[in-house]
T-cell receptor, first 111, second 111 residues
Framework: SQQGEEDPQALSIQEGENATMNCSYK?????LQWYRQNSGRGLVHLIL?????REKHSGRLRVTLDTSKKSSSLLITASRAADTASYFC???????????FGKGTTLSVSS | DTAVSQTPKYLVTQMGNDKSIKCEQN?????MYWYKQDSKKFLKIMFS???????INETVPNRFSPKSPDKAHLNLHINSLELGDSAVYFC??????????FGSGTRLTVV
């Protein structure tokens, strides 16, 4: 069964605005990861947050994790047209043998 | 030098044919995966190999057969192709930090 569900499915913003994507998951996790996929390309690992962390930053990215609510959010600040992509959250299955991905949020940033 | 390379990038073939997709990595990672991404961008794990040994074999039709001749290669052979096999197939490796490095994908179209 699917581990993560992103929300919203699609998001359209203007350059310079912030974009927030949410992810909910079902089972306990050791870590949660976010990936970006540009059109026609493979997924690129953005950031990993461990279950004992509440917030993590990487450049313009800020990820939060609330294990009590089984949810995470990805914030992209001061968005650029180049941020246009699909964003996926992922966590390992219960056996710890493979990442299970959510359905993704498609972000469009217009200039 | 591409870290995870897949060939071919595009594959158009007729129903009933047999085809192979190849994946090679130069990262020295032990674990490799095949994922299928459908037209709605949903990513589903198909197979996982650790150092040439099969770890995961999800509920995939037995027309799909992975082969790992060595740690750097994980190929996917598909027999008797069906229209529903049309998708983008991604190879990925597991990094030391528990994230994935993806290939750029193989877009398979069955006509």
């Amino acid at each position: 069964s699917q581990q993560g569900e992103e929300d919203p499915q699609a998001l359209s913003i203007q350059e310079g605005e912030n974009a927030t994507m949410n992810c909910s998951y079902k089972t306990s996790i050791n870590n949660l990861q976010w990936y970006r996929q540009n059109s026609g390309r493979g997924l690129v690992h953005l950031i990993l947050i461990r279950s004992n962390e509440r917030e993590k930053h990487s450049g313009r990215l800020r990820v939060t994790l609330d294990t009590s609510k089984k949810s995470s959010s990805l914030l992209i600040t001061a968005s650029r047209a180049a941020d246009t992509a699909s964003y996926f959250c992922a966590s390992f299955n219960q056996a710890g043998t493979a990442l299970i991905f959510g359905k993704g949020t498609t972000l469009s940033v217009s200039s | 030098d591409t870290a995870v390379s897949q060939t071919p990038k595009y594959l158009v073939t007729q129903m009933g044919n047999d085809k192979s997709i190849k994946c090679e990595q130069n990262l020295g990672h032990d674990t490799m995966y095949w994922y299928k991404q459908d037209s709605k961008k949903f990513l589903k794990i198909m197979f996982s190999y650790n150092n040439k040994e099969l770890i995961i074999n999800e509920t995939v039709p037995n027309r799909f057969s992975p082969k790992s001749p060595d740690k750097a290669h994980l190929n996917l052979h598909i027999n008797s192709l069906e229209l529903g096999d049309s998708a983008v197939y991604f190879c990925a490796t597991l990094t030391d930090n528990y994230g994935y490095t993806f290939g750029s994908g193989t877009r398979l179209t069955v006509v």
